[in-house]
């Protein structure tokens, strides 16, 4: 689960991280008064406005209806509440959202901290996250910090730096110290960023993170290390032992389809493609998507019911699938083994009864446990449903249909 920057920082804060401080708004006036009170608290006497959106890009994305930026400085509390009210409200488009952009409900009034001193304020670029390849945690850095990091390391592949942690040891002190002079800081500097990532690790061990990307990371004018932004995303499989985790979830950033399906409990990611999709498993999920593309079309959703799938939940997944305006085709292909294929098919034929009108094709390819029984119910049913055995006749369905 992503969570948005302000809430990231809260939670590094609380692991002894350095961030930059700042305070949430939901309108003009809020973010006057959170200028105001930033001054009071730190003495800032620039105020940096942050759109809060689950996506990267924000300080070259554009509002559309105002034309403003999503992140922009502002000179006084008065001017800090004008410039939120061109921001709150307005869809940001960046990089990373499309052309359909994202709604912006709140911003975050942050202190400046590129502030005058005893050295250059300087960019870094850290992150925290599993290598599945060792099997192991591993810390990426880098001397480029600020700049998309795919692009860092397409052209710059010498200037990603790793450090990859024992899995029963953790990120020692000398690893810390050694990334830290890698990154070619030294004194006071580098004893910081060296806190700063044993600070950083114990966040993402300690709170099941499956990732923590700080972009940048700052070394201030005080050779201060801080997080200037913070990109969290959360295991939602840990949630057991962090309670309060479920509450930072924003259903506004999500598909409203997919929080729809997370109440049924259904592992469902909407695509941009014209098939839907419903599958038992994940493996036998990504062969379907795959057949789905060498018959010319394209995934609508990724849709697996699970082992213990019933009919009501078959039924839930169809109602989800048949909501995007987008799907011309659904093909249902399910292995049964724990679930069997019977109860796939009482689903789609319960759901097909409730629902009504149904107008696009349904291509149902159902092997394994009850498979015949399943095929009879269909077949007796009546529905206008094209059965199918194997997958490259499912592929051939699929093919027919969108032609």
Same mark, same amino acid.
């Given at each position: ?23 949430? %708004? ?14 009071? $608290? ?27 930026? !999503? ?6 509390? #008065? ?8 921001? /709150? ?31 250059? =304020? ?6 925290? +996250?599993? $290598?599945? @390849? ?13 700049? $998309? ?11 990603? /730096? ?55 990371? +700052? ?6 290390? /801080? %997080?200037? $932004?913070?990109?969290? *995303? ?41 098939? !839907? ?7 036998? @999920? ?13 995934? *609508?959703?990724? +849709?697996?019911?699970?082992?213990? %799938? ?11 699938? /048949? #909501?995007? =305006? ?39 390819? +159902? ?19 094209? =059965? ?14 969108? %032609?």
């Amino acid at each position: 689960m992503n969570i948005h920057e302000y809430q990231g920082k809260e939670l590094l804060k609380k692991y002894g991280v350095t961030v930059q401080e700042g305070i949430i %708004a939901r309108n003009a006036a809020e973010a006057q008064a959170a200028a105001e009170k930033l001054n009071a $608290d730190t003495g800032t006497e620039f105020y940096v406005v942050k759109a809060q959106i689950h996506a990267g890009g924000r300080g070259k994305g554009t509002i559309k209806e105002t034309g403003s930026r !999503g992140v922009v400085i502002a000179k006084s509390p #008065q001017e800090t509440g004008e410039k939120a009210a061109k921001i /709150l409200g307005g869809t940001l488009v960046t990089i990373q959202t499309g052309e359909e952009g994202k709604k912006v409900n709140q911003v975050l009034v942050a202190q400046d901290v590129y502030y005058k001193g005893e050295a250059e =304020p300087k960019e870094f670029y850290v992150s925290v +996250l599993l $290598d599945r @390849a060792k099997n192991c945690n591993v810390i990426v850095a880098s001397t480029e910090g600020g700049m $998309d990091i795919e692009e860092v390391a397409e052209k710059h592949p010498d200037k990603i /730096l790793r450090e990859w942690a024992d899995p029963l040891l953790g990120l020692q002190p000398f690893q810390a110290q050694k990334m830290a002079y890698r990154l070619g800081l030294e004194g006071k500097a580098a004893k910081e960023m060296t806190k700063f990532l044993l600070s950083l690790y114990a966040a993402y061990v300690g709170s099941d993170a499956s990732m923590i990307e700080i972009n940048p990371a +700052l070394r201030a004018a005080d050779n201060r290390i /801080l %997080a200037v $932004d913070a990109k969290v *995303a959360l295991d939602e499989n840990a949630f057991y032992r962090h309670k309060g985790f479920p509450e930072l979830r924003d259903e506004a950033e999500e598909s409203p389809l997919e929080v729809e399906a997370s109440k049924y409990n259904l592992n469902y990611v909407k695509l941009d493609g014209n098939v !839907g999709c419903m599958v038992n498993g994940a493996g036998l @999920a990504m062969a379907t998507m795959d057949i789905i593309k060498l018959s010319g079309g394209e995934p *609508a959703n990724f +849709l697996d019911v699970g082992g213990g %799938a019933s009919a009501e939940t078959v039924e839930k997944g169809f109602r989800i699938i /048949l #909501q995007d =305006p987008n799907v011309k085709a659904i093909l249902i292909n399910i292995f049964g083994g724990i679930v069997r294929c019977d109860r796939v098919a009482n689903g789609v034929v319960e759901a097909y009864k409730n629902i009504g009108d149904i107008k696009v094709p349904i291509i149902v390819r +159902l092997q394994g446990t009850n498979a015949e029984e399943g095929a009879k119910i269909i077949k007796e049913s009546g529905l206008n449903v094209i =059965p199918a055995i194997v997958l490259k006749e499912a592929a051939e369905k699929v093919r027919e249909v969108l %032609a």
